[in-house]
């Protein structure tokens, strides 16, 4: 492949990206959740189509190779936060529940799957990072604002960041609902939970709303240099 044809191929990734991020959807937290799961799933099936025409006998499959050495795994939909949990339900800190206030940023950990209480019912939802060389690299999230006391946006970001970017993955008004989906580079922190865990930031804007926040993960991008996949210890859910 020249460099032309990766460069059409970037610019067809970014304009199903801006798609992805325009896409809203009106209605109680858990349909407008599925909704924004539909509308990830179009895209990266349209995404897929787009990327067998650029390149021919090579089209990313799930599963297949996407870029060097990585490797997409879609998953059922697994919710893995919930801001309106409870400790007692879901043994997250407090400090990392209830509603994100303006100018806030919160840490959530994505290895693990969860019923609607909270309750852990998958421990490896994500498969463990074995070395540097064998990690999953991003994952294809869903996103919902629900709750919120006034017009702000929420912004994501890999785990260990250290400021807000400066995008929007999604605008939220009072007492709406709304969902949105993309895909975010997430990182690993050794010490989470004492066997380590991978993480994105959820951030809240600088307008006036606080707001409680839902994160669905739909699938991941496997780092491996070998191309081996993850070990036996993990299935797909």
Same mark, same amino acid.
């Given at each position: 492949?020249?460099?032309?044809?990766?460069?059409?191929?970037?610019?067809?990734?970014?304009?199903?990206?801006?798609?992805?991020?325009?896409?809203?959807?009106?209605?109680?937290?858990?349909?407008?959740?599925?909704?924004?799961?539909?509308?990830?799933?179009?895209?990266?099936?349209?995404?897929?189509?787009?990327?067998?025409?650029?390149?021919?006998?090579?089209?990313?499959?799930?599963?297949?190779?996407?870029?060097?050495?990585?490797?997409?795994? !879609?998953?059922?939909?697994?919710?893995?936060?919930?801001?309106?949990?409870?400790?007692?339900?879901?043994?997250?800190?407090? !400090?990392?529940?209830?509603?994100?206030?303006?100018?806030?940023?919160?840490?959530?950990?994505?290895?693990?799957?969860?019923?609607?209480?909270?309750?852990?019912?998958? !421990?490896?939802?994500?498969?463990?990072?074995?070395?540097?060389?064998?990690?999953?690299?991003?994952?294809?999230?869903?996103?919902?604002?629900?709750?919120?006391?006034?017009?702000?946006?929420?912004?994501? !970001?890999?785990?260990?960041?250290?400021?807000?970017?400066?995008?929007?993955?999604?605008?939220?008004?009072?007492?709406?609902?709304?969902?949105?989906?993309?895909?975010?580079?997430?990182?690993?922190?050794?010490?989470?939970?004492?066997?380590?865990?991978?993480?994105?930031?959820?951030?809240?804007?600088?307008?006036?709303?606080?707001?409680?926040?839902?994160?669905?993960?739909?699938?991941?991008?496997?780092?491996?240099?070998?191309?081996?996949?993850?070990?036996?210890?993990?299935?797909?859910?």
């Amino acid at each position: 492949m020249d460099i032309d044809e990766i460069n059409r191929l970037q610019a067809q990734i970014d304009a199903l990206q801006a798609q992805v991020a325009n896409m809203r959807a009106e209605a109680e937290p858990d349909r407008a959740s599925r909704r924004g799961m539909l509308k990830l799933a179009a895209g990266a099936a349209v995404g897929a189509v787009a990327g067998g025409m650029m390149l021919g006998a090579n089209p990313a499959l799930a599963g297949g190779p996407v870029a060097p050495h990585e490797h997409f795994y !879609s998953i059922s939909p697994t919710r893995v936060y919930d801001s309106r949990w409870t400790g007692a339900q879901s043994s997250i800190l407090s !400090s990392r529940l209830g509603r994100m206030n303006p100018n806030g940023g919160r840490t959530v950990d994505l290895s693990r799957g969860r019923n609607a209480n909270g309750t852990i019912t998958n !421990s490896l939802l994500l498969p463990p990072r074995e070395s540097p060389n064998k990690v999953v690299s991003a994952v294809a999230y869903n996103l919902t604002a629900t709750g919120g006391t006034g017009v702000n946006f929420l912004s994501v !970001s890999p785990g260990d960041a250290s400021a807000r970017p400066s995008t929007s993955a999604i605008n939220f008004s009072a007492n709406q609902n709304i969902a949105n989906g993309g895909i975010i580079q997430v990182s690993w922190d050794a010490t989470s939970r004492g066997v380590g865990d991978y993480q994105m930031m959820v951030w809240n804007g600088d307008d006036v709303g606080s707001v409680h926040f839902i994160i669905d993960i739909t699938g991941f991008y496997w780092y491996d240099t070998a191309d081996a996949g993850p070990n036996g210890s993990w299935s797909r859910p």
